[in-house]
T-cell receptor, first 111, second 115 residues
Framework: GQQVMQIPQYQHVQEGEDFTTYCNSS?????IQWYKQRPGGHPVFLIQ?????EVKKQKRLTFQFGEAKKNSSLHITATQTTDVGTYFC???????????FGAGTQVVVTP | NAGVTQTPKFQVLKTGQSMTLQCAQD?????MSWYRQDPGMGLRLIHY???????DQGEVPNGYNVSRSTTEDFPLRLLSAAPSQTSVYFC??????????????FGSGTRLTVV
């Protein structure tokens, strides 16, 4: 079955640094979504990528969908303490397919 | 709009007890689903529904039942609680793929402890 893997599982970042988290699927995806969950909170939808090679930006966050539509990345520049949380990717393989969530990357930011 | 409302926020059950976790949405979303979240395991799908009267199993359905009698409500029933069901439960809803791709809207969660 479909597997969505995220690496790293844990990321410790100093404030002001950049970092990237990666999402890899065992099968080709029709689209991929990213969510952020603050500590003690619930997942919040950030963005969706659909096209091969697509790149989207939200302020300091850059999302990319791989050419083969089997991987994705989230890059955060100049990390701030507000970036603390767990970032999940979630992929769907077909029109009626359920979203398959990765295990998440937990981000801790030190001032 | 309230979005997705889950009740209760916290619950402690004894092994063998049954209970229903409530989920309601006011966005006219066709798709509703239940996830459980355990440390290091991400979000695992329990059950989902693509419309009133239609439900299906996710990857971890054992010990749980659902029904969807209206578009707005999607309750999750624990039949006989076990300590392994201690978790945080999230309800999520969205439009279906037929309307285009939309992200899920999650409720605030129910933190369940089974002793």
């Amino acid at each position: 079955g479909q597997q969505v893997m995220q690496i790293p599982q844990y990321q410790h970042v100093q404030e002001g640094e950049d970092f990237t988290t990666y999402c890899n699927s065992s099968t080709t995806l029709s689209n991929i979504q990213w969510y952020k969950q603050r500590p003690g909170g619930h997942p919040v939808f950030l963005i969706q990528l659909v096209k091969s090679g697509e790149v989207k930006k939200q302020k300091r966050l850059t999302f990319q969908f791989g050419e083969a539509k089997k991987n994705s990345s989230l890059h955060i520049t100049a990390t701030q303490t507000t970036d603390v949380g767990t970032y999940f990717c979630a992929g769907r393989t077909d029109s009626w397919g359920k979203l398959q969530f990765g295990a998440g990357t937990q981000v801790v930011v030190t001032p | 709009n309230a979005g997705v409302t889950q009740t209760p926020k916290f619950q402690v059950l004894k092994t063998g007890q049954s209970m229903t976790l409530q989920c309601a949405q006011d966005m006219n979303h066709e798709y509703m689903s239940w996830y459980r979240q355990d440390p290091g395991m991400g979000l695992r799908l329990i059950h989902y529904s693509v419309g009133a009267g239609i439900t299906d199993q996710g990857e971890v359905p054992n010990g749980y039942n659902v029904s969807r009698s209206t578009t707005e409500d999607f309750p999750l029933r624990l039949l006989s609680a076990a300590p392994s069901q201690t978790s945080v439960y999230f309800c999520a809803s969205s439009y279906t793929r037929m309307r285009g791709d939309y992200g899920y809207t999650f409720g605030s969660g129910t933190r369940l402890t089974v002793v």
